[in-house]
């Protein structure tokens, strides 16, 4: 794996990224060179109508999917230089990713769901830690009487729980979310929004793409993308 | 609520190949259970195959078969010593074989029964006997029973029998015991047999001398070449002896009576093996790749979290491996089970003893095998690409749109036919959308066609094959004199007999004709009276002899190894016992059994044969017809006419019963036909599941389409006859690759089969039975299993189906 050259203080780096789609219309252009540096301990959100870019960008910082051209720098790691199985160790480690539908495994309870990163990255020694972390992220998310019914027995937001808990699994430093609060009500949202703030409160740094403006407006960074750019950069 | 506290042991991606196993029930059966067919086919096959080599071998062989069977003239002990001084023989038996009459009603009816007469049963070493119940050396006037005599007769041990002599004088037996008897050829004709004592044989009247030499050879006993050898000096002695020779049958001490059915079994099970091995396979992959379609969105999610390539491919290859041996746990047992049943069937139908149930280590090895390295083969492609999906493509929610390509062919389709209706295009394109599903899913149904129907073809063709050799053998027995006779001397004198129903005297005779390289070519020529009865064979081209014919002869397909151009109409030049050559018509042209017979079997006219072999009013082949046409009568009746022409100072060179040779051939091709039926349904099971699996498979992945579809109106009849459209579409594609894929099997089930029965290839009858009944089957099993999936799948509510994973 290639390492930056310059770890500097920017916790993540993005230089003249640009993702271009083929489609049956030609190609689709849906980041056209986006310049960005997100600090250590930032909570930043990003804004925008559907089909500004917000997911792609997430995307591309979580090494889903690759870039057309530009780099991405994520602590010491050069992503865009990554194989797709390189890609998957370092996201398993280091990136916790958050959907807005959970992407939770259906035949696992949910202390199983928040093992899992764990399992696939080797961490914590044994299943007993494993476990045992596990069973404090729960509590932290405050779901634990939950942790061994399976997902489709619990509520949208206690899911979306879990997938936090799964996603700090790993202790990553980066936390990228896609519409977390997206399908849940205001209240949930809330919550949950509270859980991300106290993330950020204990050393975190997360990347939320939102359409909620009322959340945003709480957070210390705001982005705006408009069709693939970003047009407002502004903190709070 | 209060939670039981629980601890990890198993990591949870583990757990999850399990839970998946578990908690998808309904699924995982359906898996298990086409991993599980295929290898309990191949199972049951192996083990009945194992099951009755070797205990056909081992029972045949423990009897101490004879290897040289003789049938001659009657001869006494001292004959039996000269034989056994003889180089090469090694041990050597006379038995007196003939036939009485049976009863156990006191008289009100009678049956035929073969006897056999051995003169010391303590020191009879050849064809031992095996005791069923009771006593298997029988004291004076005493009888022991052979044990199928039970499934024609009612007899009980202690029971008295009664016994009609020539006479007509009525003698009383005790059954003393019933044994088995390797010798015996089983089947469905198989013949009533007794055995008594020399000393029984001369108190109910009969010579006290043998009729049979049983012989068993020094040296390599399974070695033919050095049976025949030993069997060719025996011959020679007899010679001498002025013994003649009626028939001899020479046979390896692990030749079962019944071997060239049970080949001709073994290899089709071999065969069938083979190809459910394929249609197995098949139907793993097709199953599989359905599964891990399922499983696409769960490897995005994995991947997400961190997961490697090889961490995802070892999950889904453990999954396999686990369904494969859940598929094996089912499969052994049954298959074992199976196979003996199988095996005892057969066992029973060849008169071959089957020992007790067990299981065939072999069998067991192969299903393992299969069970774990076909799923693996089949599953190894799906779960390569699909570890290799980036967390995009697998989590990416467009999956209704996913197309494979067809959809603008389709779109072009219902532009240029109109007519067709836009929800049957949509069920025509929705059958095409996934290539290699429904590639797979046609070749499970496509080979299952084809196998089920050619086992129908080969039905017919057997049965073609009976019909063809009937005709040969309409007379109960055939007498070849070794000169012409008189026929009126002969028929008064054979027609006297009571039982003899009818006789007619033929003339045989060489004809040859030149082949055009210098040699010629022999025909054997069977002259017929024009008016005959008791000759009906298959023609091909042309017609039979008729009245009125002059130099018309009829002759065998075997023509064509010679003149592969010659036809009905067409003439040849032919002389008559080396007599002057005269032009022929060949008017006729008939199948033969024997393909590669080094002779050409032919009909001409008594009529004209007679006259031109200055041999009218005479004949040297006696036809006898009998009023009771079983072989037992038959081959009473030739002990008599025996008795009778020696009596009378006929000479003759063979008798013949007539049904020995059809007897023979229809007990394999019955035996056969049976079991192939059985595979016909073990074939239509099996592609029953793929169908029902496949179906099932193609619903549930559609499952979030159909939700949409209902999201914007459509009802339930109108997703319900869409997929069902779609599914008997399926079965109609696969009816029809059937067809032409059936045609190969057909002919090499065939080739196998014929070879081990007659050594010749049976010409192939193609059956519109098979045909139509798997068009009904496949068209009626791709409703049902369309209907059943559809129908779960329409009442689950738009919500429930929008957030189905």
């Known amino acids: 794996m290639q390492k930056a050259t310059k770890r500097d203080q920017a916790l993540v780096q993005i230089r003249g990224l640009k993702k271009n789609y083929e489609t049956p219309a030609g190609e689709f252009p849906a980041l056209k060179g986006i310049d960005l540096e997100i600090e250590q301990g930032e909570f930043v959100a990003m804004l925008g109508k559907s089909g500004a870019g917000k997911s792609t960008l997430i995307n591309m910082l979580t090494g889903i999917d690759r870039p057309t051209t530009g780099e991405i720098v994520v602590g010491s790691q050069q992503v865009h230089t990554l194989n797709e199985e390189q890609i998957a160790v370092w996201r398993g480690r280091s990136v916790g990713v958050i959907f807005q539908f959970f992407q939770l495994m259906p035949s696992l309870t949910c202390v199983e769901n928040v093992m899992l990163p764990m399992d696939f990255g080797n961490l914590y020694h044994n299943q007993r830690s494993r476990y045992q972390r596990a069973m404090h992220l729960l509590e932290q998310m405050e779901i634990a009487e939950h942790a061994h019914k399976p997902p489709s027995a619990v509520s949208g937001g206690q899911r979306q729980r879990v997938a936090i808990a799964r996603a700090l699994a790993n202790d990553p430093d980066f936390i990228a979310a896609d519409e977390p609060t997206g399908s849940l009500d205001s209240k949930t949202a809330d919550a949950v929004f509270r859980l991300f703030e106290e993330m950020v409160a204990q050393g975190k740094t997360i990347l939320m793409a939102t359409h909620d403006r009322d959340l945003a407006s709480r957070v210390s960074r705001q982005l705006l993308l408009v069709d693939g750019k970003i047009v407002d950069d502004s903190k709070g | ?805």
């Open chain 2, 1 to 805: 609520m209060e939670q039981t506290p629980k601890t990890y042991t198993a990591r949870p991606r583990w757990l999850k190949v399990l839970l998946d196993i578990w908690e998808n029930r309904s699924r995982t059966a359906l898996v298990v259970a086409s991993i599980a067919v295929g290898v309990f086919a191949v199972g049951m096959i192996i083990s009945t195959y194992v099951i009755l080599a070797t205990d056909m071998e081992e029972s045949y062989g423990g009897s101490n078969p004879a290897n040289i069977q003789i049938r001659t003239r009657p001869f006494d002990e001292d004959f039996v010593k000269i034989i056994a001084k003889l180089p090469g023989v090694r041990q050597v038996e006379g038995r007196n074989r003939t036939s009485l009459r049976l009863s156990q009603d006191e008289g009100k009816t009678w049956r035929s029964l073969r006897v056999i007469a051995i003169d010391d049963f303590e020191n009879s070493e050849i064809f031992i006997r095996e005791s069923v119940e009771g006593k298997t050396v029988p004291a004076d006037r005493e009888i022991l029973l052979e044990s199928r005599i039970l499934e024609e007769f009612d007899v009980e041990v202690g029971e008295t029998l009664q016994i009609q002599l020539s006479s007509g004088t009525v003698r009383e037996l005790e059954v003393t015991g019933l044994v088995r008897d390797q010798s015996i050829e089983g089947g469905p004709n198989a013949q009533a047999v007794a055995y008594i004592t020399m000393d029984t044989l001369t108190w109910l009247g009969q010579e006290p001398s043998f009729n049979r030499l049983m012989i068993t050879v020094e040296g390599d006993n399974i070695d033919l070449a050095n049976i025949e050898a030993v069997s060719q000096i025996v011959e020679d002695r007899l010679e001498e002896s002025n013994m003649p020779l009626i028939s001899v049958i020479n046979s390896p001490s692990n030749e079962h009576p019944s071997s060239v059915t049970v080949l001709a079994i073994l290899s089709v099970l071999g065969a069938m093996g083979g190809l459910m091995l394929v249609l197995g396979g098949s139907l793993i992959a097709n199953t599989l790749t359905a599964l891990l379609n399922q499983q696409m969105r769960q490897i995005g999610v994995m991947k997400l979290v961190g997961a490697r390539n090889l961490q995802v491919i070892s999950m889904y290859l453990v999954l396999i491996i686990l369904l494969g041996l859940i598929s094996l746990v089912v499969s052994i047992p049954l298959a074992a089970w199976g196979g003996y049943q199988f095996a005892l069937f057969f066992g029973d139908l060849l008169s071959i003893s089957i020992g007790s149930f067990r299981f065939v280590p072999r069998a067991i090895v192969v299903q393992a095998l299969i069970a774990i390295f076909i799923p693996i083969l089949a599953g190894i492609f799906p779960v390569i690409s699909g570890s290799r999906l980036t967390v995009e493509e697998a989590i990416s929610d467009d999956s209704a749109s996913k197309d494979g390509g067809s959809g603008r062919f389709f779109e072009k389709l219902g532009e240029s036919m109109e007519w067709i209706s836009r929800p049957l295009l949509i069920s025509i394109r929705n059958t095409f959308r996934n290539v290699r599903r429904l590639s797979l899913t046609l070749f499970t149904l496509t080979v299952a066609g084809g196998i089920f129907i050619a086992v129908f073809n080969m039905q017919a063709s057997l049965n073609n094959f009976i019909g063809s050799v009937t005709g040969l053998f309409k007379a109960d027995i055939s007498v070849s004199l070794s000169r012409p006779y008189r026929e009126i001397e002969i028929a008064s004198l054979v027609e006297s007999i009571p039982g003899v129903a009818d006789t007619e005297m033929w003339l045989s005779a060489l004809g040859d004709t030149p082949k055009g390289d210098g040699s010629d070519i022999v025909f054997t020529i069977q002259a017929p009276p024009a008016a005959s009865d008791l000759i009906a064979p298959n023609i091909t081209q042309g017609r039979f002899l008729q009245e009125g014919d002059t130099n018309a002869i009829v002759v065998a397909e075997t023509i064509w190894a010679d003149l592969p151009e010659l036809k009905a109409g067409d003439t040849i030049e032919m002389g008559i016992n080396d007599g002057r050559a005269e032009e022929w018509t060949v008017v006729g042209i008939f199948s033969f059994p024997e393909r590669d017979a080094d002779f050409i079997l032919s009909y001409a006219p008594y009529e004209i044969i007679s006259q031109q072999t200055n041999n009218v009013g005479r004949g040297t082949v006696l036809k006898v017809v009998l009023d009771e046409q079983t072989l037992v009568n038959q081959e009473r009746y030739a002990n008599t006419l025996d008795t009778l022409f020696q009596d009378e100072g006929i000479r003759f060179e063979s008798i013949e019963e007539g049904m020995t040779t059809l007897e023979s051939v229809s007990e394999a091709i019955s035996t056969l036909v049976s079991f192939f039926l059985g595979m016909a349904v073990l074939t239509a099971v099996v592609g029953s599941i793929g169908l029902a699996g496949t179906m099932s498979m193609n619903v549930m992945e559609r499952i979030r389409e159909i939700g949409i579809l209902r999201a914007i109106g459509a009802v339930d009849s109108a997703v319900m006859s869409s997929v069902l459209v779609e599914g008997v579409f399926i079965g109609f594609i696969s009816w029809l690759l059937g067809i032409a894929v059936c045609v190969p099997i057909s002919y090499g089930l065939l080739t196998m089969v014929s070879l081990a029965i007659t050594n010749s290839v049976m010409p192939m009858v193609f059956s519109a039975t098979g045909f139509w009944l798997w068009f009904l089957v496949i068209i009626g099993l791709s409703a049902i299993a369309s209907i059943i999936p559809a129908r779960n799948a329409s009442r689950l509510t738009i919500r429930e189906v929008l957030a189905y994973e």
